[in-house]
């Protein structure tokens, strides 16, 4: 019996450990458990928030205190990986910025978050969310969620230079600022990028060479009432979210890339 006693103690020791999801901060591995008990963990109610498109109130750490300072030496980058293939790529100025704070939130498996809408499951285990995020303009895009690593990394465009804008166009330079924020968490362009969510608009044809333009600003506004399939993920960007100069923006860098 105490052989027993011993060998269900070390099976349920195991299963709450592996139901513990983890995260990665550059190097070091946090469990849920570890950060929801780190002394300063907060409440944190968002009254707006972009996932949820509701009030929604966190547990959350704030995210500087989980990043190595040092690191901001050498890299301008933090890389935001979900475990769907999204990629966010958040400057690390923004970060820092006076305005806007951002926090790590962290499901708890005791108190588990409601399912995103028109989805089936939660923005957890880990969420980036920002406190006041109107101060700095934060994007939609800049609220990764599911996340399973946080990575220091260069600038997009240092990392990947076929994503410079091929032209001159100021509105085309914009267009590239738009494209890092808005697509790249999810496209890749001409194999530039990580994130695997949808197809490479670059290879092996630039998308506005098999799209027309007013088809390519349906598909950014409401991809489903321009074409679906079972695998679908992109809901679109409304002008809320996505304002129509950016569009226009986008536009004009995804013509310059055609080229």
């Known amino acids: 019996m105490r052989v027993f006693a011993v060998l269900m103690a070390l099976a349920v020791s195991s299963w709450s450990f592996a139901a513990s999801p ?30 949820y498109r509701r009030s929604m109130t966190y547990r959350a750490v704030p995210l500087l205190a989980l990043l190595p300072k040092s690191k901001g030496d050498h890299y301008d980058t933090l890389e935001a990986k979900a475990n769907d293939g999204f990629v966010a790529q958040i400057p690390l100025e923004l970060l820092s910025r006076a305005g806007a704070i951002p926090y790590l939130a962290v499901e708890d498996s005791a108190h588990p978050w409601p399912t995103l809408p028109n989805e089936k499951k939660s923005a957890g285990p880990f969420y980036v969310i920002w406190d006041h995020p109107q101060r700095s303009d934060i994007r939609a895009e800049q609220w990764p969620f599911a996340l399973v690593s946080l990575t220091f990394a260069e600038s997009p465009v240092h990392r990947w230079p076929q994503l410079a804008s091929h032209t001159a166009d100021p509105l ?43 088809g390519l600003r349906a598909i950014v506004r409401n991809p489903a ?34 080229k």
Not at 192 to 213: C, H, N, R, S, W
Not at 226 to 234: A, C, I, K, S
Not at 244 to 251: M, P, S, T
């Open 172 to 214: 085309a330079a914009a267009g590239q600022k738009v494209f890092v924020t808005y697509c790249l968490p999810c496209h890749q362009l001409s194999g530039a990028g990580v994130g695997k969510v949808g197809p490479d608009l670059g290879k092996p044809m630039p998308v506005l060479q098999y799209i027309t333009e007013p």
């Open 225 to 258: 009432g321009v074409r679906t399939w079972p695998e679908q993920h992109m809901t679109g960007f409304g002008t809320k979210t996505l304002p129509d100069k950016d569009l226009d923006a986008l536009v004009a860098y995804l013509k310059g890339m055609a």
């Open 22 to 51: 983890t995260l990665t901060v550059d190097q070091k591995t946090y469990s849920a458990e570890e950060l929801l008990s780190r002394s300063d963990a907060v409440s944190i109610t968002v009254p707006d928030d972009v996932s």
